[in-house]
């Protein structure tokens, strides 16, 4: 199954195409200049008038963007898609100009639910000009912007560029079976999740050895987004690094803390599961890295597309008919490029498309039952979207923390429903990997919490080479991680396989995923005592998202999400599998 990107435009030579990016740029200067003169004559009709603009722009901007970037996705060979990428990145420089300019007069106005009193649709968005009220105290200053802006391009955004390109262009010499083959880092790394044993210490062995060839660009990639960093808290008047990225997520430090707090309270939980899995692989003490991924147990049953179909719309048909509809609609509509294939990018993603209120699912489907389990988290996204539809597409900018939410929710819920129904050994393996994914959102993450932590620190007053780098990371696994894995068998050079630390806008990309996980979980604590009560609670969750801060998005549903207990909650929900898993490989080892 391949999606139809049709639904968009019929190609990049369609004329609707061509009109739409052309449309956009004079937008942008038409919009400018609306902004200028919103206080000219009607204020309330000027104002109106700019948001149906912004409206309009926002979904056509969507529209030009998903064909250029989904395509790419695709096939990263396409020629035709090139240019207008770099014309698409240049119009959204534009935009940016734009909305500070709109920002800087929401930030000035002191009278703005004054003006919307009496129409429906500023009244609306009166959460967005909260928003951009917050937003104004964190611009840089006019005469600096759009400088600044071109100087990213060739600062941050290509340190990036560069990194993957070091990352996707080191080929590896890897001896298997008597055979040498070269191979891409990707291909490499991915034989962690092989079966045997010696395949996955030869691929581990085989890829810290390679590192070196590459460290000193990563070394200097990193340092220099992270300096970029704290240039860009300073012009933008951000305390910190990790409170640009809390104010970007509208997420307070009390919630952090609390966060944090409970994350840490579950490491020791953690190193039990990992000893636990050593165990499992015929080994005692302390989990070798390059077995965290091992499969363990027998999940032997494969599914065609057309079965993983199946068994997502009868469990969640069971669970929540809308879900099952948006799943129904993907399948039925070709929303879904299914297969991997040569240029196609790995892994899995989901792209909403308000414009035509459906969402584009990318996933590298291979018929394991993680795949299925794959296709119902991006699905579980797909759903959130579909919630987003019934807003203004200027009130679904969801925040990272919130936007695992619906994905991960889905996750819990089929993963409860194929325990329920396995045999003991399915039942065990299917825990295993339930704990293993979880370990890496809480116990990996805290690790790269503070491996982060660490090296903006020392931005401050330096760069730090890639060997202080790989001291860093290990300093990080070994207070997390401690002794549920083998300190002789870490990994150094986690900073430069995860392009996370690499984004030039979101820092501290990490605590995100720690917070989707546990508040999906508490959220399935949630419907547990609800039943169908939950269902309307948790598309307004789904739909304040893009518009709320995250407390009082949670506080919608009655969580407080400063408190322990929430988080506490949560947490023993990975205890219970943890006990449960214990007492299968006790039973079958007696």
Not at 69 to 91: G, K
Not at 253 to 267: F, H
């Amino acid at each position: 199954m391949n999606w139809d990107l049709g639904k968009l435009y019929t190609g990049f030579d369609d004329p609707a195409f061509a009109r739409d990016m052309d449309a956009l740029s004079a937008g942008a200067a038409q919009l400018k200049t609306a902004i200028a003169n919103v206080r000219e004559g009607d204020e309330q009709k000027n104002l109106h008038a700019i948001i149906e603009r912004m409206q309009s722009l926002s979904k056509r901007m969507s529209r030009v963007g998903n064909l250029i970037f989904l395509t790419l996705a695709a096939d990263s060979n396409c020629e035709a898609a090139l240019q207008p990428r770099v014309r698409y990145m240049e119009i959204g420089n534009e935009f940016s100009l734009v909305s500070s300019d709109f920002v800087r007069y929401i930030g000035e106005n002191d009278h703005i639910r004054a003006l919307c009193e009496g129409d429906a649709l500023l009244t609306e968005h009166l959460p967005f000009f909260e928003n951009a009220k917050n937003d104004a105290a964190h611009l840089i200053d006019s005469a600096l912007e759009p400088t600044v802006l071109k100087m990213r391009m060739d600062g941050s955004a290509a340190f990036a560029r560069l990194r993957d390109e070091l990352f996707a262009g080191l080929s590896i010499d890897l001896t298997l079976d008597g055979e040498t083959k070269r191979l891409p880092l990707p291909a490499v790394r991915a034989m962690a999740c092989d079966a045997r044993a010696d395949v996955r210490k030869a691929a581990y062995e085989a890829e810290i050895a390679a590192y070196p060839r590459l460290e000193t660009g990563m070394a200097a990639c990193l340092n220099a987004i992270k300096g970029e960093a704290l240039t860009m808290c300073s012009l933008r008047n951000f305390p910190s690094v990790l409170d640009w990225s809390l104010i970007v997520s509208r997420m307070d430090r009390e919630t952090l803390d609390a966060l944090l707090n409970a994350m840490r309270g579950a490491l020791p939980m953690f190193r039990r599961y990992f000893r636990l899995k050593a165990k499992m692989l015929g080994y005692e003490g302390g989990l070798k890295f390059y077995d965290l991924f091992a499969p363990v147990g027998k999940v032997t049953k494969t599914y065609t597309l057309d079965e993983a179909r199946d068994l997502l719309l009868r469990v969640f048909g069971d669970y929540c008919p809308a879900i099952q509809n948006v799943m129904r609609r993907a399948f039925a509509e070709n929303w879904i490029d299914a297969y991997p294939r040569e240029g196609k990018e790995g892994g899995a993603f989901c792209a909403g498309e308000p414009s035509l209120g459906i969402s584009y699912v990318l996933t590298n489907f291979d018929g394991s039952f993680s795949d299925v389990s794959t296709l119902a988290h991006e699905l579980g996204h797909a759903f959130h979207n579909d919630c987003l539809n019934e807003v203004s597409p200027l009130m679904t900018d969801t925040p990272m923390p919130l936007a695992e939410t619906a994905s991960t929710f889905n996750e819990l819920l089929l993963a409860e429903r194929m325990q329920k129904l396995a045999s003991p050994e399915e039942e065990a393996a299917l825990l295993e990997m339930q704990l293993s994914d979880a370990a890496q959102v809480i116990v990996d993450i805290m690790s790269r919490f503070l491996f982060e932590s660490e090296v903006v620190e020392r931005r401050k007053t330096g760069t730090t080479s890639a060997r202080g780098l790989c001291e860093i990371m290990l300093d990080a696994q070994k207070q997390t991680y401690g002794d549920g894995l083998d300190e002789n068998c870490l990994h150094p050079y986690m900073w430069a396989c995860k392009s996370h630390y690499y984004s030039a806008d979101l820092h501290f990309y990490n605590f995100p995923y720690a917070f989707g996980l546990l508040f999906a979980t508490g959220l399935y604590a949630l419907w547990q005592k609800k039943g169908d009560d939950f269902w309307p609670l948790y598309k307004t969750i789904l739909q304040k998202s893009g518009s709320d801060t995250i407390r009082n998005v949670a506080a919608s549903a009655g969580i407080d999400l400063t408190k322990p207990d929430f988080w506490q909650d949560a947490i023993a929900f990975y205890a219970k599998k943890l006990d449960r898993l214990e007492t299968l490989v006790n039973a079958e080892s007696n």
